[in-house]
């Protein structure tokens, strides 16, 4: 079974080469420096992502903005219903006492 490979190319000098996708994956993460066949350095900057990382770090964005708007709608609600208790009560201070309720 052929392990799956990382195909790159050289920016300084153009020579094309390649590695395990898992060793990619380490260098990536570690935003260490490695070397093309001809001794030129090449890295990843720690800031590049993988879809995945990428994709859980928008997704936690995503979490964290619901939230905020969780909790802006909770605390109106809390608003809502105490302005509606206190004209439940004017409406009763203000009601008629000839009218009955059915």
């Known amino acids: 079974?052929?392990?799956?490979?990382?195909?790159?190319?050289?920016?300084?000098?153009?020579?094309?080469f390649?590695?395990?996708k898992k060793i990619e994956?380490?260098?990536?993460?570690?935003?260490k420096t490695f070397v093309c066949p001809n001794g030129h350095p090449?890295?990843?900057s720690?800031?590049?992502?993988t879809p995945d990382q990428k994709e859980l770090k928008e997704l936690r964005?995503?979490?964290?903005?619901?939230k905020e708007k969780l909790n802006v709608a909770l605390?109106?609600?809390?608003?809502y219903k105490v302005k509606n208790e206190e004209l439940v009560l004017e409406l009763e201070l203000?009601?008629?006492?000839?009218?009955?309720e059915e």
């Open 61 to 66: 964005i995503e979490v964290k903005e619901l």
């Open 94 to 100: 203000w009601k008629p006492s000839d009218i009955k």
């Open 25 to 31: 994956t380490v260098w990536r993460s570690s935003g």
């Open 42 to 44: 090449l890295a990843w």
């Open 1 to 16: 079974m052929a392990e799956e490979l990382c195909e790159i190319t050289c920016n300084t000098c153009g020579v094309e």
């Open 75 to 79: 605390t109106q609600t809390a608003e």
């Open 18 to 20: 390649s590695f395990s």
């Open 46 to 49: 720690k800031e590049t992502e």
